[in-house]
């Protein structure tokens, strides 16, 4: 049910109560209440219930083929039960969302404000859990708020240049480093006035930051390259001398190797401020592109290391420039296009494309420059 509740932590005083009701496994006997939801916004931040007249509360999960939803008038002290959803099998876990929606002449107009939380498994006959969920206007920037303690988040150590990568349970901070004034040139390698090592994770249920097991080498202007098993593989970057190096080594998260980082085989090139395009999760096959002086580019893996270097179309250096995959229709390899950048001198037009069958790097439209000119990051 819904009702209003008085919450704390100086966050905004009114709540929203949501009361999931499961059926029994086998669907016999009277239904079980499993999951209450109580609503909170940021202090400071925009009313997320100013305009509300509905609420859509949404239920998806592990097994359920279609999400369950319930949508009913709001006001101060009403009441709405999601009933009928199937308990938790094991392993299987329920998300709730809900939805503030405006009023349009006595149906729902569209989404105000919405709140997530996190994915929890919903046991028949286990007693039923509460959860504060922030809810916040849509379309909206507000503080990082933990869901656990209702603390404002922010990382330990500052830092530009630097890597923020998300995985399927964290967002992953790693690297960078502080300037001393805004006049240093940062995004060439010099002008730090100092690197750093530390490593900072967001979780995406708590939204709680946590400082995690530092690198092996301060770098910046480094890639990080996501797995789908939760770790990340870091690779190139300005070292504190500001000069690309061609190490990777392996964030490790918590459960794995206790979080330690592990060594890799090296880059065949110095890189930094180069892109690494994911070709293969299976062999964990990665394509490097430029970053270096001469000009280049290869595939590595974690195992066996370099593939072999090779130069560019047209022969020209290149950072601080942009890949992005897609997919050919009728294939099921990826192609990687790669567009703008820069030389130590000047911005490129040019754009590239790699066909991870021919294991090419081709130039196109015979050097023809981009619509729009140079650019770069």
């Given at each position: 049910?819904?009702?209003?509740?008085?919450?704390?932590?100086?966050?905004?005083?009114?709540?929203?109560?949501?009361?999931?009701?499961?059926?029994?496994?086998?669907?016999?006997?009277?239904?079980?209440?499993?999951?209450?939801?109580?609503?909170?916004?940021?202090?400071?931040?925009?009313?997320?219930?100013?305009?509300?007249?509905?609420?859509?509360?949404?239920?998806?999960?592990?097994?359920?083929?279609?999400?369950?939803?319930?949508?009913?008038?709001?006001?101060?002290?009403?009441?709405?039960?999601?009933?009928?959803?199937?308990?938790?099998?094991?392993?299987?876990?329920?998300?709730?969302?809900?939805?503030?929606?405006?009023?349009?002449?006595?149906?729902?107009?569209?989404?105000?404000?919405?709140?997530?939380a996190p994915a929890l498994e919903v046991q028949a006959g286990a007693p039923?859990?509460?959860?504060?969920?922030?809810?916040?206007?849509?379309?909206?920037?507000?503080?990082?708020?933990?869901?656990?303690?209702?603390?404002?988040?922010?990382?330990?150590?500052?830092?530009?240049?630097?890597?923020?990568?998300?995985?399927?349970?964290?967002?992953?901070?790693?690297?960078?480093?502080?300037?001393?004034?805004?006049?240093?040139?940062?995004?060439?390698?010099?002008?730090?006035?100092?690197?750093?090592?530390?490593?900072?994770?967001?979780?995406?249920?708590?939204?709680?930051?946590?400082?995690?097991?530092?690198?092996?080498?301060?770098?910046?202007?480094?890639?990080?390259?996501?797995?789908?098993?939760?770790?990340?593989?870091?690779?190139?970057?300005?070292?504190?001398?500001?000069?690309?190096?061609?190490?990777?080594?392996?964030?490790?998260?918590?459960?794995?190797?206790?979080?330690?980082?592990?060594?890799?085989?090296?880059?065949?090139?110095?890189?930094?401020?180069?892109?690494?395009?994911?070709?293969?999760?299976?062999?964990?096959?990665?394509?490097?592109?430029?970053?270096?002086?001469?000009?280049?580019?290869?595939?590595?893996?974690?195992?066996?290391?370099?593939?072999?270097?090779?130069?560019?179309?047209?022969?020209?250096?290149?950072?601080?420039?942009?890949?992005?995959?897609?997919?050919?229709?009728?294939?099921?390899?990826?192609?990687?296009?790669?567009?703008?950048?820069?030389t130590p001198n000047l911005a490129l037009a040019s754009a590239m494309l790699?066909?991870?069958?021919?294991?090419?790097?081709?130039?196109?439209?015979?050097?023809?420059?981009?619509?729009?000119?140079?650019?770069?990051?």
């Amino acid at each position: 049910m819904f009702d209003l509740r008085s919450m704390t932590q100086g966050l905004l005083a009114l709540g929203l109560a949501a009361t999931l009701g499961c059926d029994s496994n086998d669907g016999d006997g009277p239904s079980q209440p499993g999951l209450a939801i109580h609503l909170y916004g940021a202090s400071g931040a925009a009313d997320p219930f100013s305009g509300v007249g509905w609420m859509k509360i949404i239920m998806t999960g592990d097994g359920l083929q279609l999400p369950f939803t319930l949508t009913v008038p709001y006001a101060p002290g009403g009441a709405g039960t999601l009933d009928g959803v199937p308990f938790s099998g094991a392993g299987q876990k329920r998300q709730l969302v809900i939805e503030g929606w405006s009023d349009a002449g006595g149906q729902p107009g569209f989404a105000l404000s919405r709140g997530r939380a996190p994915a929890l498994e919903v046991q028949a006959g286990a007693p039923e859990q509460e959860v504060d969920v922030l809810f916040a206007r849509v379309n909206s920037f507000l503080p990082l708020i933990s869901t656990t303690t209702k603390a404002p988040q922010q990382l330990a150590v500052g830092r530009v240049g630097h890597t923020a990568t998300l995985t399927a349970r964290e967002v992953v901070v790693t690297g960078g480093g502080t300037i001393s004034n805004a006049a240093s040139t940062w995004w060439n390698g010099t002008g730090f006035q100092g690197l750093t090592t530390s490593v900072e994770a967001i979780d995406l249920d708590t939204r709680q930051v946590a400082t995690r097991t530092p690198l092996l080498l301060a770098r910046t202007w480094h890639t990080a390259t996501a797995l789908s098993s939760g770790q990340i593989i870091l690779a190139g970057g300005y070292g504190a001398n500001g000069v690309p190096s061609d190490t990777a080594e392996l964030y490790n998260p918590p459960d794995i190797l206790e979080g330690r980082a592990v060594a890799l085989p090296r880059l065949g090139a110095a890189r930094a401020a180069h892109t690494a395009t994911l070709i293969d999760e299976a062999t964990r096959v990665i394509l490097f592109i430029g970053g270096d002086d001469q000009g280049t580019w290869e595939l590595w893996d974690p195992v066996n290391g370099s593939h072999g270097v090779h130069p560019m179309p047209d022969n020209l250096p290149r950072r601080h420039h942009q890949a992005t995959t897609f997919y050919i229709p009728g294939r099921t390899e990826p192609a990687v296009l790669i567009t703008g950048g820069e030389t130590p001198n000047l911005a490129l037009a040019s754009a590239m494309l790699y066909d991870s069958v021919a294991e090419a790097l081709v130039g196109l439209a015979g050097g023809q420059a981009m619509p729009g000119g140079a650019r770069t990051q």
